[in-house]
C-alpha cells in the first residue's frame, strides 16, 4: 500500500488524487501506526522546513520515517518542502531536518530572480535512475533550494539564477523540488515510474 504523509503544512490529497489517477491503490497517513505495510512512501510540502519538522514530530512520525526509509529501505520521494528536509539543515526558519542526504537548503538570491520562484521551468535529468525520466517543464512554488554537499546524487537541474537541484536520488531515496502532481503527463510519468520501483 502506497503511504502518503498528511500533516498540518502538506498538499497530500492533491498528491493521493494523482496516485489514484494513475491506477495505485494509496492512503492518507496521519501517524505512526497508518506507516504499517506501506510500499512506497511519498512525503508532499507546502510551507516551510521548520514548521514540516515540528508537524511530523508532533505526529510521532520522524522515528517512523527513518525507520521505514533508512532501515527497511521503502522506496521514498519527498515533493517540494518534502526534498528540501531530506538534507542536514534549511535556512527556512534555522531548521535541523532528516540529514539524510549531506548538504543545506538556502534561499534563492532576491537581488537576482524573483523570489518566490512560481511557474514552469525545464528540468535536465542529468544520471540514471530507477524511474525514466526525460528532459521536460515541471511546475515549481518555492523559495530555497537544496545544495547537495555530494553531486553524485543530482538527478535533475533546472536554472533559475544558475543551476540548481530540482531533483535528487540516492538508492531508495527520492526527491523533487518541483510539484510532480501538478505538473501534467510529464509530472505524472514520474510519479508513476517510482510507483513502480519495487
Given amino acids: 500500500m502506497i503511504k502518503i504523509i498528511d500533516y498540518k503544512a502538506g498538499n497530500a490529497p492533491s498528491v493521493l488524487n494523482a496516485v489514484t489517477h494513475l491506477g495505485f491503490e494509496a492512503q492518507l497517513t496521519r501517524n505512526l501506526s497508518d506507516l504499517d505495510g506501506a510500499s512506497h512512501i511519498i512525503?508532499?510540502?507546502v510551507?516551510?522546513?521548520?514548521?514540516?519538522?515540528?508537524?511530523?514530530?508532533?505526529?510521532?512520525?520522524?522515528?517512523?520515517l527513518q525507520d521505514a526509509v533508512i532501515g527497511k529501505q521503502i522506496p521514498f520521494l519527498g515533493i517540494c518542502v518534502g526534498m528540501q528536509i531530506l538534507f542536514q539543515h534549511s535556512a527556512e526558519g534555522d531548521a535541523d531536518c532528516f540529514a539524510w542526504l549531506k548538504g543545506n537548503v538556502i534561499k534563492f538570491d532576491s537581488s537576482k530572480v524573483r523570489v518566490p520562484q512560481m511557474g514552469w521551468n525545464q528540468v535536465r535529468f542529468?544520471?540514471?535512475?530507477?524511474?525514466?525520466?526525460e528532459n521536460d517543464y515541471f511546475y515549481f512554488v518555492n523559495s530555497?533550494?537544496?545544495?547537495?554537499?555530494?553531486n553524485?546524487?543530482?538527478?535533475?537541474i533546472a536554472d533559475y539564477g544558475g543551476d540548481f537541484a530540482a531533483a535528487v536520488c540516492k538508492e531508495n531515496i527520492y526527491g523533487m523540488q518541483f510539484h510532480a502532481e501538478k505538473s501534467g503527463?510529464?509530472?505524472?510519468?514520474?510519479?508513476?515510474?517510482f510507483l513502480e520501483i519495487k
Avoid at 48 to 57: C, G, Q, V, Y
Avoid at 185 to 193: P, S, T
Fill in 185 to 193: 503527463e510529464a509530472g505524472l510519468a514520474l510519479l508513476n515510474g
Fill in 126 to 133: 542529468i544520471k540514471d535512475s530507477a524511474i525514466d525520466a
Fill in 144 to 150: 530555497y533550494y537544496a545544495v547537495p554537499e555530494d
Fill in 43 to 45: 512525503l508532499p510540502g
Fill in 47 to 64: 510551507g516551510s522546513a521548520k514548521a514540516t519538522m515540528e508537524s511530523l514530530d508532533e505526529s510521532n512520525l520522524l522515528e517512523a
Fill in 152 to 156: 553524485d546524487i543530482l538527478w535533475g
